[in-house]
């Protein structure tokens, strides 16, 4: 079973830029997708991006399409998520969530085995 846990969150002002890190433990991760997912305060948990076992696959929620960059070491067994231009409006709970198969299974969100605690993102404006 994979362990995740997160880093990389904080406080930043619009327009800048930060990147979350996510270690994984206990398991190898190139043959499974891995991906983030953020809950904003008083909102459901929602998608940002998967990243398929040999990153040859990314995919995006459209509301960080073009802002956010998904990448996958599987040597070091890490995943990252680069997040440019923020906005107020990506001040959320970052997740690290993996263990499924293909990114299709991971963006549903459904019967993820692996979960990091979070971290938190601060834009403000």
């Known amino acids: 079973q994979v362990q995740l846990i997160e880093s990389g969150g904080g406080k930043v002002q619009a327009g800048n830029s930060l990147r979350l890190s996510c270690t994984a433990s206990?398991?190898?991760?190139?043959?499974?997708?891995m991906g983030w997912f953020r809950q904003a305060p008083g909102k459901e948990r929602e998608f940002v991006a998967a990243?398929?076992?040999?990153?040859?696959?990314?995919v995006y929620a459209d509301s960080v399409k073009g802002r956010f960059t998904i990448s996958k070491n599987n040597a070091e067994k890490m995943l990252h998520l680069q997040m440019d231009s923020l906005k107020p409006e990506d001040t959320a709970v970052y997740y690290c969530?993996?263990?499924?198969?293909?990114?299709?299974?991971?963006?549903?969100?459904?019967?993820?085995?692996?979960w990091g605690k979070g971290t938190l993102v601060t834009v403000s404006s």
């Open positions: 990243a398929s076992g040999s990153c040859a696959t990314t």
């Open positions: 206990g398991g190898t991760v190139s043959s499974i997708a």
């Open positions: 969530a993996g263990g499924v198969t293909t990114t299709v299974e991971l963006r549903r969100g459904v019967s993820i085995p692996a």
